[in-house]
């Protein structure tokens, strides 16, 4: 599944491609693209089209965009599930037909459209309410991600705060590592380089860490995903892609993630 790194660069290219475009037409193409919809399609395009894209915003692995109605009222989101293979991606040539997607958005220009493809068909499409946001005052979240916790990016996160929590786990340190209601964002490739540059086994008993050694492996989780964003992320293979379709190049870089074996 993407981790913060890869889902924050999909986010700056919505960001630069999509706000502030109505959607004029929603089709759907696959109906397991939007199972997570109470009412399935026909629910998911009648609360999308027309609508326009308000903004983008992203906690730890999630993304959605603030939907403005005609009125300019925001109040719903579209949640977007990349799973372990979505992609949006932006098609300027709004004949195409490949790669096969499984939603489709036209805009109100007429000259974009706004695509999902999911080859493992694990990702999906929802339209949201939203609700205020626990962590930050003032602010909302889509019902579905207002119990994810804040990531090491959100100006709400506390380093102290959560690795103390960690502590109270008696958990192995991976483990609450990818506990996505106490720090959101990291999967398996970052825990694993977070722990390396941390000199911490995943295995080890959250309660047998001091909090400070804790406090410098969530510090060291944020630095490593900082730069994967500053080059695109990690790509194994084509599954994961930016919307324009190119791959990004921190598997370069991993020192711990997929090396087993190695030196």
Do not use: C
């Not at 929590?165 to 380089?193: F, P």
């Not at 084509?238 to 090396?259: D, I, K, M, P, Q």
Request: net charge negative; proline share 4%.
């Amino acid at each position: 599944m993407p981790e913060l790194p890869e889902v924050e660069t999909v986010r700056l290219g919505v960001d630069k491609h999509v706000v502030g475009r109505s959607f004029s037409e929603v089709r759907v193409h696959h109906d397991r693209a939007v199972r997570r919809q109470a009412g399935g399609a026909a629910e998911l395009v009648g609360r999308l089209t027309g609508t326009t894209a308000h903004a983008t915003r992203r906690r730890g692995k999630y993304l959605w965009l603030e939907l403005a109605d005609e009125a300019g009222i925001v109040d719903e989101a579209l949640v977007i599930h990349l799973g372990m293979s979505g992609q949006l991606r932006i098609i300027d040539d709004v004949a195409a037909t490949e790669p096969s997607p499984h939603l489709r958005i036209s805009t109100s220009l007429g000259d974009r459209d706004f695509w999902f493809v999911d080859q493992r068909t694990f990702g999906g499409w929802q339209v949201d309410e939203l609700v205020p946001d626990v962590y930050t005052v003032g602010a909302s979240v889509p019902s579905v991600v207002a119990h994810i916790a804040p990531d090491p990016f959100d100006p709400a996160f506390d380093a102290v705060v959560v690795a103390s929590a960690m502590r109270r786990k008696h958990t192995e340190v991976k483990r609450a590592l990818l506990d996505q209601t106490l720090v959101s964002g990291i999967g398996n490739i970052y825990a694993d380089e977070a722990l390396w540059r941390a000199r911490l086994r995943g295995t080890r008993l959250t309660d047998s860490i001091s909090r400070a050694k804790l406090v410098e492996l969530l510090g060291h989780a944020r630095d490593v995903m900082a730069e994967a964003l500053a080059v695109g992320g990690t790509s194994f293979d084509e599954l994961y892609v930016n919307v324009n379709g190119e791959s990004g190049y921190f598997a370069r870089s991993l020192n711990a993630y997929g090396r087993e074996g190695e030196p």
